[in-house]
């Protein structure tokens, strides 16, 4: 199993450009998530998805948009890219998230790290 | 306020030796606990849960203290791959809230 994978690694925007970062996990978890890590601030949530279908916002959603068509993959799309959104990017999967009560373990891709110029 | 408050450290520890740090949180609601850990410029991993009663893993062992609502991790016989930042997470099932801390960095030097 590759686990959670996420492309690209790194990339660099101008303002104002958008772009999709990819994130696709081959554990068949219903439950992913997007995360952005920013120094001492520690990991926001920025949109979930408890199966295919279905996606609700995070604590920081705000010029980010997501899907969910498939079980395997949750693109998350940058609108209008700012300056504020340099960070770097989490994409996780659990087996059935947070819901009922119980805590899944999440397991984290790898990161991309983004700079918007 | 932060919801999960760390010491960022760093923690500089001698080979061999022991460390230990907390974390506080401030809603009381909070369910359950968890220690991550996360490599330099990687991502993070789940080192272990926390429970009431305090609980070890090898070397590792964390503890929690409800009513004054912080968890712990001590590290003895630190080795040199024990160099990590060590993440503070906090799930209150009320909302399904995942609550990160910022983090404590831990370098262990020989």
């Known amino acids: 199993n590759a686990g ?3 492309t690209p690694k ?35 949530l920025i949109h979930y998805s408890v199966g295919a279908g279905i ?12 899907s969910r068509s498939t079980t395997e993959d949750f693109p998350l799309r940058l609108l209008s890219a700012a300056p504020s959104q340099t960070s770097v990017y989490f994409c996780a999967s659990s087996y059935r998230g947070l819901a009922g009560n119980s805590y899944n373990e999440q397991f984290f891709g790898p990161g991309t790290r983004l700079t918007v110029l | 306020r932060k919801e999960v408050e760390q010491d960022p450290g760093p923690f500089n520890v001698p080979e061999g030796a022991t460390v230990a ?6 809603n009381s609601a909070s369910q359950s606990f968890f220690w991550y850990r996360q490599d330099c410029r990687k991502e993070p991993k789940l080192l272990m849960s926390v429970y009431s009663s305090g609980n070890e893993d090898g070397r590792f062992t964390a503890q929690l203290n409800r009513a004054s ?21 906090v799930f209150k099932a009320a909302g399904n809230k995942l609550t990160f801390g910022g983090g404590t960095r ?5």
């Open chain 1, 10 to 44: 790194f990339q660099v925007l101008k303002t104002g450009q958008s772009m999709t970062l990819q994130c696709a996990q081959d554990m068949n978890h219903e439950y992913m998530s997007w995360y952005r890590q920013d120094p001492g601030m520690g990991l926001r």
């Open chain 1, 4 to 6: 959670v994978t996420q």
């Open chain 2, 106 to 110: 831990v370098l262990v030097k020989p």
């Open chain 2, 21 to 26: 740090f907390n974390c506080t949180y401030s």
């Open chain 1, 55 to 66: 996606t609700d916002q995070g604590e920081v959603p705000n010029g980010y948009n997501v």
């Open chain 2, 69 to 89: 609502q912080y968890i712990s991790l001590l590290i003895r016989d630190s080795k040199l791959s024990d160099s990590a930042t060590y993440l503070c997470v």
